[in-house]
Every structure is written in C-alpha cells, then in structure tokens.
C-alpha cells in the first residue's frame, strides 16, 4: 500500500506544499505549488490563503493521501498547534491561537490528521531521508535566511537545536548570521541599503564592500559552527536557506576558516535538496 501525505513549509511570506511518496523519498509530480503570503494580514485572511494551498495540492492529484504534516518556525507548540510567534515581522496575528484547530476546521477534516513540526529540524530530517546528509546518523543543519533556524539529528530524529538565540560577538547568533545582518553590514560598509542578499549579489557583486561582507560572514559563519560543533559533537553539518544559494561567496571560506579553529577539516555541505529537503522532511518526520 502507497504511503503518501502531504508536505508543507510554511514561510514567513510564502507556503509551499506537495504530495509526497513516502517509500520512493520523492514528491509526486504536477503536485508542487508555491504561494505568496501576506505574513502580516489578519488571522483568518492567513488561515484562507494556506487552505487556498492545500487544496491546489490536493486538487492537482487523482489519488487518496493521509495527513498534512507542518514545518512551521518558531516559537510554536507544535503539538498543541498554537502559534507562540509574537515579536516578528510575521504572523503576529496568529499569536496564541490554536492554528491546528483553526486550520482543520477550514479545510473540514480531523485535527488529528495535521501535524505541527519545527522548519529547520524538518529541513534536516529531509537531508538525511534523502539528501546531502543521507548515511549520517548524527548531524547538524543550519537554515540561512531572514533569521536563523538550527537543528541536530541524533537517534534518527532531528529536533530544534534553539541556538539562534545563542550568545555570540555583542548579541545573539541571529544578529550576526541572518539577512538582517547582511542588510544592516552593507548600509555601515557602503551606504547603500539592499532588500536583502539576493539583490546584493545581483546588484553589487565585485565592489570592495562585497567581498568584505562575506568575508566577515564567513568568518560569523565558522565562529558560530565551530561552537555548535563542540556542543552537539556531529560528524557532518548541512547548510541551507535563501542565502546559502551566494554559497560562492563564502562556502570555501568557512570551510577554511572552520578548520583552522577545529585542527581538522570538518564536512560542512550545501543543501542538496534546497526547499524540497523541508517538505520530505516533514513528511517523513513521523515515520
């Protein structure tokens, strides 16, 4: 018997959704949809436009599935299904409501049959299911984008690691390794304000102040590895998110930079899956 289920990621301005075949480790083709989100509209505007979605999903195959499994970002009471995201740019709305709930009645099925589970953790168990870090039973990853997500597989399970908010430089790790960071860099370095590491790769590559910043990232980066290492002791870490597509950048940097601190070389690889991983992530997650 087929096992197949539903995988979403849930973004701060995005949702992506698709069926996926279990025991192939791949997602059933003409099933894929990518939407825009208004993060920041009012709850029921938000619960319309995922359901929106999911039905497209749904629609787009003549089958029968089970479940929709969530990969949502933090903070979140993940089995509860209440949304605990306050002071962000997004979802605010949602805060202390019981989106499980909420969601199911939307779409007319049992609550029982939506499962909540942290992105980056889920970004992880999808590389291991069938990416980059697929033969590794202990690793880490690190999601790379408008904030900071990190996860630690061990026991064939991948959980939240929380060390966004881990002390580092004169702050916390997010302030330092996230978009935000490169915003708030290439405005002190340049001037010049960009929307976010896209545009300065498109716009900017090749003057002074970029090769300085992702110098210093790759720096950040490394620092920030190396003591994520020395607490969870992987064999492997795996890196992904929107900005590790300027993996040219400042890959091979942190790679060098990594080891001169640890006094080995330490494998630290690219996502192989990109947005795929976090969808067979969690949809695999239970299983």
Not at 175 to 202: A, H, M, N, P, Q
């Amino acid at each position: 018997m087929e096992r197949i289920v539903m995988g979403i990621d849930i973004g701060g301005s995005h949702i992506t959704a698709a069926l996926i075949d279990l025991d192939q480790k791949q997602i059933i083709e003409g099933t894929w949809v990518r939407d825009r989100i208004n993060g920041q509209a009012p709850t029921e505007e938000v619960i319309e436009a995922w359901s929106k979605s999911i039905h497209k999903v749904a629609d787009a195959y003549s089958g029968s599935y089970t479940n929709l499994h969530i990969a949502m970002p933090g903070p979140f009471a993940y089995k509860k299904g209440v949304s605990l995201i306050k002071n962000q740019d997004k979802y605010r709305s949602l805060y202390g409501k019981n989106i499980k709930d909420m969601l199911a009645a939307k779409l007319e099925i049992s609550s029982s049959a939506i499962n909540f589970m942290n992105d980056a953790a889920c970004f992880l168990q999808g590389e291991v299911f069938s990416g980059s870090m697929n033969g590794y039973d202990h690793a880490i990853g690190i999601t790379l984008g408008t904030g900071l997500g990190t996860a630690h597989y061990v026991n064939g399970q991948a959980k939240d690691a929380d060390f966004w908010k881990m002390p580092f430089n004169k702050g916390i790790a997010e302030d330092y390794i996230s978009t935000r960071w490169f915003i708030k860099r290439y405005f002190e370095l340049s001037g010049v304000v960009i929307k976010d590491v896209r545009e300065l790769v498109d716009l900017h590559a090749g003057k002074p102040e970029f090769k300085e910043i992702f110098t210093e990232f790759s720096q950040n980066l490394a620092s920030f590895l190396y003591k994520f290492i020395r607490k969870k002791m992987p064999l492997a870490s795996v890196i992904g998110g929107n900005i590790a597509n300027a993996e040219q950048y400042f890959l091979d940097d942190t790679r060098r930079n990594l080891a001169e601190m640890m006094g080995y070389s330490f494998p630290v690889r690219k996502s192989a899956l990109n947005e795929k991983a976090t969808l067979l992530g969690a949809a695999s997650a239970t299983f």
